[in-house]
């Protein structure tokens, strides 16, 4: 194998807080190594457009407490083509980037292993997804500040639940896995967590009407995963509408406010390590895995069990919020 002297790093997909963290410790770990490093902007489209510019340590002061990524991020189709990720890598060429460490999530992770695959590059990648939805890891970089943002935001929304003693559906993200809404029902008090993972076991609207809400209660609420399988907090308010009419139910979608804030200590702590890690990764000519954390280690997992493997939900989560929302 070639020596590594210039590392490009790039995010893609949805930004999570902390993302910012992660480019620095990834860039000044590289300098710290005596490697060049070369930030490429706007994802993989930027690699297409030759989007590409050299960063020096003072490129990555003042970033860690920010929310967003100064890389930016875009979606590119062309890049899902062979052409599109041959003019990708004629760019890294001519910049005399020898890796590649990519930010993002599952979507990132890969096209991060065909881009590696087809031109033998080394590429590292890093779990920044608020989702936690990445196999082999135990966190994800942005996780935690969507968890306690959506903590906040049903704290206040409890106090307007309770006020009109009204059955809320708060949607939070979460397209194919509960963790957000599990956790930010246990962490916030919340009655019930309507997620995708369980949806096809059981009829979870019916469980909670029948089991979980209590007209001894002042309130009730619910946080829902957007995912399709559960219906979405739209669907299932409109269930409760026509099944349950003696209910008065009412729906808030968090949205985009999930992604964003100012990391917490916990998000910006993760990244500096995964970034630093990433590092060290390349310098032990390690390719085509993702860097993770597994019981407060740093691990290394093959781009292919990141991507292929299911997350699975910790049962006995379910279970304590089931015996705490009595």
Avoid: W
């Avoid at 590289?30 to 457009?49: C, E, F, N, W």
């Avoid at 920010?66 to 910049?95: M, P, S, V, W």
């Avoid at 059981?202 to 219906?231: H, W, Y």
Wanted: glycine residues 10%.
């Amino acid at each position: 194998m070639s020596e590594i002297k210039c590392v490009g790093i790039l995010t893609s997909g949805g930004d999570a807080p902390g993302m910012n963290a992660a480019i620095r410790a990834v860039t000044r770990s590289a300098i710290y190594s005596g490697l060049k490093v070369m930030g490429i902007y706007r994802g993989y489209r930027g690699l297409i457009t030759d989007e590409i510019v050299e960063f020096k340590t003072q490129n990555v002061s003042n970033i860690i407490q920010q929310g967003g990524t100064i890389l930016k991020t875009a979606r590119c189709k062309e890049f899902e083509t062979k052409e599109g990720r041959q003019l990708a890598y004629d760019n890294l060429k001519r910049h005399n980037i020898d890796a590649l460490v990519v930010i993002g999530g599952d979507g990132s992770l890969t096209g991060a292993r065909i881009f590696a695959n087809e031109f033998d590059l080394p590429i590292v990648g890093l779990p920044g997804t608020i989702d936690n939805d990445l196999y082999g890891t135990d966190r994800t970089i942005g996780y935690d500040t969507a968890l306690n943002t959506i903590m906040d935001c049903v704290d206040k929304i409890r106090d307007t639940a309770t006020s009109h003693e009204r059955l809320f559906f708060i949607e939070v993200m979460g397209r194919d896995a509960g963790f957000l809404a599990l956790n930010g029902a246990i962490a916030s008090g919340a009655e019930a967590a309507i997620i995708p993972e369980i949806s096809t076991k059981v009829d979870q609207l019916a469980e909670l009407i029948q089991n979980g809400f209590r007209k001894s209660k002042n309130s009730s609420i619910v946080l829902v995963a957007e995912s399709p399988i559960t219906g979405g907090a739209m669907g299932l308010a409109e269930r409760v509408k026509n099944e349950y009419p003696s209910y008065d139910v009412r729906v808030s979608i968090l949205g985009h406010l999930q992604r964003g804030g100012s990391p917490t200590a916990a998000d910006r702590i993760l990244a500096s390590r995964l970034g630093a890690a990433a590092i060290d990764a390349i310098n032990d000519d390690q390719r085509n895995v993702m860097i993770g954390i597994r019981n407060d280690e740093i691990v290394y997992v093959p781009f292919v069990k990141a991507i292929k493997n299911d997350k699975r939900i910790n049962p006995e989560l379910i279970e304590t919020l089931r015996r705490l929302s009595i």
